[in-house]
């Protein structure tokens, strides 16, 4: 597997170094630099939404999730994406259309607009930072990890992390926004293909569809229904992931610039429906994965498990192709973090142009940095931690909904201060400084009911 | 062609779909039976009902009412 790894890995790195140096020149304004000119077809925007969409936690999250918590974890993620897509046909058009009266070139600056105050768009700001941050973190350590479970005791797994950071920093600082879009073209495909192929063997070697699951009912019936064996997937779970995931393309900022830098309406929605295709066809081999851990490695460890299903288990070459689809995957997530990131800072600032791209790119390097810092520190919960992150942002949505629904948000500068107190209520909460429930009820999902309410009676009697 | 009755339509249809998932009808608790080609229930509901939405999706981009309201000329790809 070592001479197809290098091969396979340089071919890699190649490409995304071309595909960088080819729309370097273009990219000198801060709306070539961070928002591609704005001007993304459905084919380009289709693959840039699911690369940056699908990461880590969906090629290595989520069969694991299936093997420990069965197939709830299809309600989970893959209803949820359907669910939201039709939410970027529909919402999408508004955010769009109260973009294009703004200069958009991030969230945090459309917030400042709409509600015309400085504070709001730090507040926005603050709420993708805080939860953005653990996301990318999870990427990298995700693949991390598992390189270090391929190749034990060649180098220490902080080694790995900061060569993954080092090869996103180099061409996402060299190409901009759309040297990332390009490249995320081309990981998405791959991303899609390695995890059909490592599905299909699995499958083969489970002996089938159906034998897959009369082997699953016979080892642990309780994966075939809901909640699952421990009892995750109840109503609040899955209710609470849904909402957060459906708002992941006005709340992420990496998302929702994509949103806005499509080329008209009719290309958004052609988007949609592409990515919603790509959801499912994304989701269902890691179904095939899952099942095929919980049968022959019920009780192994995460990284354990991952290991021998995606690299040892599968024929050597092959092998050397999914740890370049993984570290694609996480680098084509974890780059339009760091990157949206950079694009929210850039739009908090006023100034010369070009001055203001520099310092915004300083600032993704210490992004990145941070990045790496949360990635050495972090658990090894991939799913758990992104859901938290989607929860995190979740928050962000009712001011953000107010600025796209309400030309009078400005005269509820209150809302973003309550975002804000929010914001830190479950942050304590993740840090277990207060209950995760509240007279039983999902913390997550009651601050964000309480932020809508007041943000609907308050536009109504404003 | 941009439609805004069938697009009315479309959200409520996912508006129902969304409810239906959460009642027993597609996540019974506990529930294996029926099976499809011996996939367990809340699966391959769950699958129909994934395919439902993105069926819906695609109905809804014909018809949005905000079809042509922002075309530019000049593109990065088709």
Redesign the interface.
């Known amino acids: 597997m070592g001479k197809t790894l290098i091969f396979v890995g340089g071919v890699y790195v190649l490409l995304l170094i071309i595909f960088s140096l080819v729309t370097r020149e273009k990219t000198k304004s801060s709306k070539g630099y961070f928002l591609a000119g704005s001007n993304l077809g459905a084919v380009l925007g289709l693959f840039t939404f699911a690369a940056t969409l699908f990461s880590t936690f969906t090629l290595l999250g989520m069969p694991d999730f299936f093997r420990v918590h069965g197939i709830g974890a299809w309600i989970f993620l893959a209803v949820s994406d359907a669910v939201m897509v039709f939410g970027i046909l529909w919402i999408g058009y508004h955010l769009r259309k109260r973009a294009a009266d703004t200069n958009y070139i991030g969230m945090s600056g459309f917030i400042s607009h709409a509600y015309k105050s400085r504070w709001a768009g730090y507040v926005a700001f603050i709420g993708a930072f805080l939860f953005l941050i653990p996301y990318v973190a999870i990427q990298i350590r995700g693949v991390a990890i598992f390189l270090l479970q391929a190749f034990p005791g060649f180098v220490p797994m902080w080694v790995w992390a900061v060569g993954i950071v080092i090869i996103m920093l180099v061409y996402s600082e060299i190409g901009g926004l759309k040297a990332i879009i390009y490249n995320d073209m081309f990981q998405g495909l791959l991303l899609l293909i390695v995890i059909w192929i490592v599905a299909g063997i699995c499958l083969e070697k489970m002996g089938g569809f159906t034998q897959m699951f009369e082997s699953v009912e016979e080892s642990n019936s309780a994966l075939l229904a809901v909640p699952g064996p421990k009892g995750l997937f109840d109503f609040q779970f899955l209710l609470g992931s849904m909402v957060a995931i459906c708002l992941i393309p006005f709340t992420q900022p990496q998302v929702s610039t994509r949103l806005v830098i499509m080329k008209d309406h009719r290309s958004l929605a052609r988007t949609a429906v592409g990515l919603g295709t790509f959801a499912l066809l994304v989701i269902f081999p890691t179904l095939l994965i899952g099942m095929y851990g919980a049968i022959y490695y019920p009780d192994d460890s995460t990284s354990d498990f991952l290991g021998k299903a995606l690299i040892w288990d599968q024929p050597g070459p092959l092998g050397a192709f999914v740890l370049i689809g993984l570290v694609a995957a996480a680098i084509s997530t974890a780059d339009s973090q760091i990157f949206a990131l950079g694009g929210e800072t850039r739009s908090l600032m006023e100034g010369e142009d070009k001055k203001m791209i520099r310092n915004a790119r300083i600032a993704i390097v210490v992004f990145a940095i941070l990045s790496l810092i949360f990635a050495l520190l972090s658990s090894d919960q991939l799913v758990l931690l992104a859901r938290s992150s989607f929860a995190g942002t979740a928050l962000l949505a009712p001011m953000i909904f107010l600025a796209i629904f309400s030309k009078q948000s400005h005269n509820m500068q209150w809302i973003p201060s309550c975002t804000l107190g929010a914001i830190g209520i479950l942050v304590a909460s993740q840090l277990g400084v207060i209950p995760t429930e509240i007279l039983g009820i999902r913390l997550d999902l009651l601050l964000l009911v309480v932020l809508a309410v007041m943000a609907v009676v308050g536009n109504k009697f404003k | 062609m941009a439609n805004p009755r069938l697009w009315n339509y479309?959200?409520i249809i996912?508006g129902i779909?969304?409810v239906l998932?959460?009642t027993p009808l597609?996540?019974?608790?506990?529930?294996?039976e029926p099976?499809l080609?011996?996939?367990?229930?809340?699966?391959w509901v769950?699958?129909l009902?994934?395919?439902i939405?993105?069926l819906?999706?695609?109905l809804?981009?014909?018809v949005?009412p905000?079809?042509?309201?922002?075309?530019?000329t000049?593109?990065?790809?088709?």
């Open positions: 479309c959200k996912i779909l969304v998932i959460f597609v996540t019974p608790a506990d529930q294996i099976t080609l011996l996939m367990p229930y809340s699966l769950g699958i009902v994934s395919i939405l993105v819906v999706t695609y809804g981009s014909r949005h905000g079809l042509n309201t922002d075309q530019k000049d593109e990065v790809d088709g």
